[in-house]
């Protein structure tokens, strides 16, 4: 239309044509306007939703992966799957395609048009465009190597900066503020270098390829006022094959962007799909569910052994057996590293558990559906994590729904209810992070009101009052053995008084139960037990001579 | 998450004030070391700019002198003239790209060495109420968003101002009328353009910060994995995951929509101007007013001319995150020192001197207590300047020299706060304590922490080697290694002193830790040695050792220990028994027993019946 509003200009009725063109022109430009507000909108408002999609698979999938998963892969290596590989898959679907289908059609219709006005003239233009195409790849290969080799300095800064403030204290007690900031200097000098690099790599690739887009224009300004000159060509095809030209000069730009991200999405995309490979647990129980059987033990171990995946630690568990009556208490004991925590965590099923080696009310846990072993153990770890979250919504987390009646009274059995009335909302105050930090003793008590909260049949708690002092954990455990209602209770702790209390005691000793019995028994018999136990108490016979 | 890499998603709150005068020029202040590349920057920024507009005027004089009149005459030359002017342009584009990055990265690494250097200096209660993941994002994220400021924001904007200025100049001298004409539009873009930059700014903000809560959520759950199959609630945490992913999903599409009316909106109102320039121009050449390369050399100026406009609304956008995180990088940068890295009023009384000279000196005199705590009251600060829950309430105690202090009592009784007192982390509110007679804030910071050893109760290692972490201590490493008993089990290993440790010393065992962390404190032979004895349990083995390794390093070293093994309370000078911020009972553990008061109760608990 430009070309024949600029026709009409040295035409001899041009007003009239001029008028026309001009009132098409803008027509075209709402239409044109309409047309990519919709397709724009369209496509990537779809690729917004696939992205949630994809986020949400992902999400339920990994969360139902087995914790050998989380073992081997670092939190750093799933969240960047989770975050920019799921992003990056939408810059491919979203911005990728949009501009990429957008390429096409300029490329396509542009070509069309400014070959209509000359053909020779659209050869020579195009001279240039594989060029810049393959330009842009190259930089946005070059782009991607620098950007990582900075984005690696840049962790490197990071990890820096957070040991120093994590070890601050030692940092000033030992004077070396100086040190650690020469050590920060250099690693953030490290990180200014590669960044350097990113930029020139960039202003350089900008530079280049406006001089190459025009070299283009310089060649049809050229050719194209010959063409004029001598008449094979008017001046408003060639005004507005420059217009043509200048617009597929963005496009052409870009498709090098494109390629790369399409690249990039593809690789991301391949990581996603690693996870979204590796199978969950097994959750479908058999067929036939195991029935209960009257006498059985309610939780019977029959030789079993386990070793963690990529070992070379050998076997953590050698052929374990005993058996826990309903209501029974039962410790157990061990030196770090006996295999105490990886007992609680097959007995949760947390790792797969050998079939024919863990009776519930004698049914085979490896038999049973996932969700019903689970429910019928509640477990205390070593490690008290919470969310941040109310404390209700904590405490309740074991629940479907949350019943505060319940936390109240399992917080208040875990001794933690009058520190929680203290605070600001009482239970519903909101903890970590965002809210109220707790101290190691109140995260422990509040883990312990989680556990007695969900309601399982088999309490596990696992070395998880080793921040609460003495006092206090005695009280705890009167509790929890006087309203536990039947409840089952295996515990581990290091300190030796609290396990008076129990029916039994476990010794484990590198991975082996060694001795079994009561609190007397195990003395008389002067074996690992009376050893832990006289280690402890050397001191205080020393002292009664 | 100790090890691997961390991610910190923590919600900042955005604040949104205007421009801040005295905070941009605060900022460009920072500019001023580089003035030479910035004039250059600017020097560049102008001549590619005069080179880029001379462009389509040279395009006008082919068309009224080569094409018009139909003259080959000069076409060549014209043509060679464009092209020198294209890669003068582009020139002057990549140095003035180059030097704004050098000056921005130059920048920001001034401003992150500026604080790291304060963040040393700060005192440990601003870390106490500070997360670790906050400090870093204003090291990073914080510091990243001024760079941009600076290299895409501020002289990106002098460059838009300065190309839109040059056109609008050019096309007045070419035709004010036709100028008029094509600038029709401009008052309608701007309305539309500041219209939908308050809802895309408004959205964009929404979006990051529900994606933050996103992030957040993710990060708990993969990190706490366990406790969630552990309670069976993979399906409850995906439910609520699906309305973190939906909230930020549907933030994410409004912001699309939004997007989706702006661009094709600016380049309707482009090819309004464009039509109507034709439209006017076209008449105006039939009239012979004006010349028909001037109405291309419009047409061309036009299309440079709305591309910026674009880029002006996005740099406000820049340009309003920078400020409001320089805003929260100057307060860190001013905030107060700790009280120890500022000069004594005494200018210096108490200059450094050498062990052995102290030695002499109090040989001569009558010596005073190694250790003095006289009614020290003490609370640990809150954030917003007023003062938590006292902790300590009057407490008094002395150890001389050579004898070891074991300080127990129930979990909250202020036993760590008191050596915390003692290394002068904080400030007392009330009382003296006083370290060979002289009071800790008198003396300077590098010889009051020189003259002690720390030994915390979580053994951190700074990530390096065994030998590393322990030359942080000082220079006696040999002796140091011998009796902490590092160098038993290190010769065991391949690499020996020169194993790597891991992020903070995750490589090793904790009682292996531990050992470490005593040869450290050694390393210095410190006059005083301070020590929050571990509470997390080891196996019976390396209790032993570090039982040993204990016994050694305390006798006859002046020590403050906060004591939890028994050993060590047995082999102590004196107990000190602490109950709800004072010091109860004073004695050794016979006197103690037989005094049957809080320390017997104690005793009792902990390792059962007397």
């Known amino acids: ?545 | 998450m100790s090890n691997g890499t961390e991610f910190y998603f923590t919600e900042d709150r955005v604040e949104t004030r205007g421009m801040d005068v005295r905070l941009l020029r605060r900022l460009l202040s920072y500019l001023s070391p580089h003035k030479g590349l910035l004039a250059a920057a600017l020097g560049a920024l102008v001549l590619g700019t005069a080179c880029q507009l001379a462009g389509p005027y040279i395009i006008k004089l082919v068309i009224d002198r080569n094409i018009t009149p139909r003259v080959l005459d000069g076409l060549a030359g014209r043509v060679a003239l464009f092209l020198a002017a294209l890669a003068g342009g582009m020139g002057f584009l990549y140095l003035q790209m180059f030097a704004v990055s050098i000056i921005g990265q130059r920048v920001i690494l001034q401003i992150r060495a500026e604080m790291f250097g304060r963040l040393q200096r700060l005192p440990v209660s601003f870390f106490d109420r500070t997360p670790t993941g906050r400090v870093m994002t204003r090291l990073t994220s914080d510091v990243e968003a001024l760079q941009e400021l600076i290299s895409s924001g501020l002289v990106s904007t002098v460059g838009s101002v300065t190309i839109l200025v040059g056109i609008a100049a050019v096309l007045v001298w070419m035709d004010a009328r036709l100028t008029l004409v094509t600038f029709a539009v401009l008052p309608f873009l701007v309305l539309f353009v500041e219209l939908l930059k308050k809802f895309i700014r408004e959205a964009n903000r929404e979006m990051r910060r529900k994606l933050a809560r996103l992030n957040a959520f993710l990060q708990e759950h993969v990190t706490g994995v366990d406790v969630v199959k552990a309670f069976v609630q993979e399906e409850k945490s995906g439910r609520e995951f699906d309305v973190h992913n939906d909230a930020y999903s549907a933030e994410s599409i409004r912001l699309t929509n939004f997007y989706s009316v702006y661009f094709p909106g600016v380049e309707l109102f482009a090819s309004v101007a464009v039509a109507l320039l034709l439209w006017q121009g076209g008449i105006r050449v039939i009239a012979g007013a004006v010349t028909f390369g001037t109405l291309v050399a419009f047409l061309e100026y036009a299309q440079k001319f709305f591309a910026p406009i674009k880029d002006v609304s996005d740099k406000y956008n820049i340009l309003q995150s920078a400020l409001a995180s320089s805003e929260r990088i100057f307060q860190i940068l001013d905030t107060e020192v700790s009280p120890e890295y500022r000069p004594l009023p005494s200018g210096g009384k108490s200059p450094l001197r050498p062990v052995e000279e102290r030695g002499r000196e109090r040989a001569t005199q009558l010596p005073p207590p190694a250790i003095e705590f006289r009614d020290v009251w003490f609370s640990y600060p809150k954030g917003d300047g007023e003062q938590g829950e006292t902790v300590l309430r009057g407490v008094s105690f002395t150890l001389h020299e050579g004898e070891t202090g074991a300080i127990v009592g129930a979990t909250g009784a202020g036993k760590t706060t008191v050596l915390n007192l003692l290394c002068r982390f904080y400030e007392i509110s009330r009382g003296e304590i006083r370290l060979f007679g002289r009071d800790v804030r008198e003396i300077p910071r590098e010889e009051l922490r020189g003259m002690i050893s720390l030994v915390l109760q979580d053994p951190f290692l700074f990530s390096g080697t065994i030998r590393e972490n322990v030359e942080a201590g000082g220079a006696e490493l040999g002796r140091a290694l011998g009796v902490a008993g590092v160098s038993r089990f290190a010769a065991a290993w391949e690499s020996g002193l020169a194993t790597q440790v891991g992020e903070r010393g995750g490589r090793l065992s904790v009682g292996q830790r531990q050992l470490v962390s005593f040869a450290r404190a050694l390393a210095r032979d410190p006059e005083v040695l301070v020590l929050d004895e571990a509470t997390s349990s080891v196996d019976p083995v390396t209790e032993h050792e570090v039982q040993a390794a204990l016994g050694k390093i305390l006798s006859g070293r002046t020590s403050l220990v906060v004591a939890h093994r028994l050993s060590t309370i047995l082999s102590a000078d004196r107990i000190l028994v602490m109950h709800r911020g004072k010091v109860r009972e004073t004695g050794t553990h016979r006197e103690l027993l037989a005094a049957r008061g809080i320390y017997h109760r104690l005793y009792t608990l902990q390792f059962g019946t007397p």
Request: hydrophobic share 45%; proline share 4%; aromatic share 8%.
């Open chain 1, 1 to 545: 239309m430009i070309r024949e509003a600029i026709d009409g200009i040295s035409a001899p009725d041009g007003r009239g044509r001029v008028v026309r063109a001009v009132s098409w022109m803008v027509l075209f430009a709402f239409l044109h306007g309409g047309f990519r507000y919709f397709g724009r909108r369209g496509m990537l408002v779809t690729a917004r939703r696939v992205e949630m999609r994809l986020r949400r698979d992902l999400f339920a999938h990994v969360i139902r992966l087995p914790l050998s998963f989380f073992g081997r892969t670092p939190t750093g290596d799933v969240m960047s799957r989770m975050t920019n590989d799921v992003s990056a898959v939408w810059l491919l679907l979203g911005p990728g395609v949009l501009t990429l289908v957008g390429t096409a059609i300029t490329y396509v219709l542009g070509l069309l048009f400014m070959a209509r006005i000359s053909v020779a003239l659209t050869l020579v233009a195009l001279a240039v465009a594989p060029v810049i195409v393959v330009a842009s790849r190259e930089y946005g290969k070059a782009f991607h190597r620098t950007h990582r080799k900075a984005q690696e300095s840049l962790a490197a800064m990071n990890a820096a900066i957070q040991e120093n403030v994590a070890g601050i204290r030692l940092v000033k007690a030992y004077g070396l503020e100086g040190q650690e900031e020469r050590r920060f200097r250099g690693a953030s000098r490290d990180y200014y270098r590669q960044n350097v690099s990113v930029a020139r790599t960039s202003a350089a690739f900008h530079g280049a390829i406006g001089l190459l887009a025009g070299l283009g224009v310089t060649l049809v300004l050229l050719l194209g006022g010959w063409l004029v000159i001598r008449e094979r060509l008017t001046l408003g095809g060639f005004v507005a094959f420059n217009a043509y030209l200048a617009m597929l000069s963005f496009p052409t730009m870009a498709l090098g962007w494109v390629i790369n991200l399409v690249q990039r999405g593809g690789s991301a995309m391949g990581r996603i799909n690693e996870f979204l490979g590796t199978p969950a647990e097994p959750r479908e129980p058999l067929l036939v569910p195991p029935r209960k059987v009257p006498d059985a033990p309610f939780l019977e171990v029959r030789n079993l052994s386990f070793a963690y995946e990529g070992g070379g630690r050998g076997e953590a568990l050698r052929g374990v057996s005993f058996s826990l009556r309903k209501g029974e208490i039962a410790g157990l004991v061990g030196q770090t590293g006996s295999g105490k925590s990886t007992l609680f965590s097959l007995l949760l099923r947390l790792y797969p558990v050998p079939p024919g080696t863990v009776f519930l009310e004698g049914r085979d846990a490896g038999g049973l559906p996932l969700e019903e072993v689970r429910r019928a153990v509640s477990l205390v770890g070593q490690d008290p994590f919470l969310f941040s979250d109310t404390i209700l919504a904590n405490v309740c987390f074991g629940r479907d729904l949350p019943d505060e009646q319940e936390a109240r009274r399992a917080v208040s059995m875990a001794r933690f209810l009058a520190e929680v009335e203290e605070m600001p909302d009482g239970v519903h105050t909101v903890i970590g992070e965002r809210g109220v930090s707790l101290s190691g003793g109140q995260k422990q008590r509040a883990t312990i009101a989680r556990a007695l909260c969900a309601g399982g049949e088999l309490l596990l708690l696992d070395d998880a009052l080793s921040a609460v002092d003495s006092e206090t954990e005695q009280e705890i455990f009167r509790e929890i053995l006087s309203a536990r209602g039947g409840k089952t209770v295996l515990f581990s702790t290091h300190r030796m008084a609290s396990l008076s209390r129990c029916d039994r005691i476990l010794v484990l000793v590198e991975g082996r139960i060694v001795e079994e019995g009561t609190h007397d028994e195990l003395l008389s018999r002067r074996g690992a037990y009376f050893d832990l136990y006289s280690r402890q108490m050397i001191a205080r016979e020393l002292e009664a001579t």
